[in-house]
Every structure is written in C-alpha cells, then in structure tokens.
C-alpha cells in the first residue's frame, strides 16, 4: 500500500535560515512526488514535484526538493526562510502502479512556522 | 487559485437539510476530485471523475452523492449530514498521465453541520 509519512507536526525556524520539511513515502512502482502548501483558510497550492531525471527539483518561491532513492525520502528545503513562508505543507505521493493511477496519497502536514 | 472555483466558500447547515457544493475548473482537465479536510487527520480522497465517470468511491457514506454533468463541472449533493461530517471539502482538477499529473485545487468549501 502506498503510504506518506510527515515525522514533524511542526518545524520552528528563525527568518534567515535554512528550512527542511521532512517526507518520506512507500509506494510500489514508479514514484511520483509532490509538495503543496496551504494557508490559512486557503486551498493546495502546488509548489514542486519530481517525475524522473534529476533528483533536485526547483519550485515556486524558491523552494526546492532532494529526491533520494535509497531513503525514500523527498524533503522540502528553502535557504533562506521568510515569516511568510509560515503555513501547512503537505507531502503527496502517486504512482504508475495498479489502478489507482493518478491518486494522491497526502501525509498528514507539517506546520511550518517562521519567526522573525 | 482562479483555475479552480468552489462555491459557497461557508456552509452552515442543520442535520437535516439537503445542499449542494459546486466546483468549477477553468484548465481543460480530464480528471476532477472531492476531497475531505478534517482537523488532525490526513486529507481524505472522497471521489474520483475521470472523463465525466466516476472512477473511485473510497466507502464514502451514502449521505454523500457526487455528481460530474460535463469536464469543467463537479457537485457534491449533500443529505442528512452528521456533526462528524463539518470539515473543509476541496475540489481538484487535473489532466490524467497516468500518476504524472499535477491536481490543482480549489479554495475549498467550510462546511459546518450542526
């Protein structure tokens, strides 16, 4: 069964300095990950994903995320962190396995909160 | 967000009343999702629309009924609701290749059953 775990409920770090959400995933097949954010009283947004090739993949606001193999792990990383990049993170993993094709598997969330 | 739109965005109803949530996509996808938001628990898929069929139904009670008139359109008809049912309900969309596809969401609607 295809599965996500987020380990921290929530991550505290300093404006300034390097952040890291942590995510690691079981899937069979192919994975396909994604990371979102959401804010207060908002949807998903979509912030990055890695399908294939290299295993740092860029994204919106100056996000990027390490795709490791071996430690089926995709952690969210961003050099320098800003107090509004304080929200909800959720880690999502699909696949190309079976016939649920397509279907997201979302962990549970990791409050990030960024102080100044 | 304007790619996805879900009306109302509050919802209050009584345990007997009957609503209907709308969701609209403006990108041209194929596939459209209902999802459940609960606090403290991992967002829930509830449906699954791949070219206007319903392609998933994870054992959601019957008080629950989607419906999917044309690509750009999902509804999700609601009927004797429980208290355990007030969540946020988001909606999605995406363009199906085969587990590649990026689902982009809607606002959400907050509903609360009282």
């Known amino acids: 069964a295809q599965s996500v775990a987020q380990p921290e409920d929530q991550v505290n770090v300093a404006e300034g300095n390097p952040l890291t959400v942590k995510c690691t995933y079981s899937?069979?097949?192919?994975?396909?990950l994604f990371w979102y954010v959401q804010y207060p009283n908002r949807g998903l947004q979509f912030l990055l994903k890695y399908i294939t090739g290299d295993n740092l993949v860029k994204g919106s606001y100056g996000f990027e995320a390490e795709f490791n193999k071996s430690q089926t792990s995709f952690h969210l990383k961003k050099p320098s962190a800003l107090v509004s990049d304080s929200a909800l993170y959720f880690c999502a993993v699909s696949s190309n396995y079976g016939g649920s094709q397509g279907n997201l598997i979302f962990g549970k969330g990791t409050k990030l909160s960024v102080k100044p | 967000e304007t790619g996805v739109t879900q009306t109302p965005r509050h919802l209050v109803m009584g345990m007997t009343n009957k609503k209907s949530l709308k969701c609209e996509q403006h990108l041209g996808h194929n596939a459209m999702y209902w999802y459940k938001q609960s606090a403290k628990k991992p967002l829930e898929l509830m449906f699954v629309?791949?070219?206007?069929?319903?392609?998933e139904n994870n054992s959601v009670p019957s008080r629950f009924s989607p419906e999917c008139p044309n690509s750009s359109h999902l509804f999700l008809h609601l009927h004797t609701l429980q208290p355990e049912d007030s969540a946020l309900y988001l909606c999605?969309?995406?363009?199906?290749?085969?587990?590649?596809?990026?689902?982009?969401f809607g606002p959400g609607t907050r509903l609360t059953v009282l």
């Open positions: 999605a969309s995406s363009q199906l290749r085969g587990g590649r596809d990026t689902q982009y």
């Open positions: 899937v069979s097949g192919n994975p396909y």
């Open positions: 629309y791949s070219l206007e069929e319903r392609v």
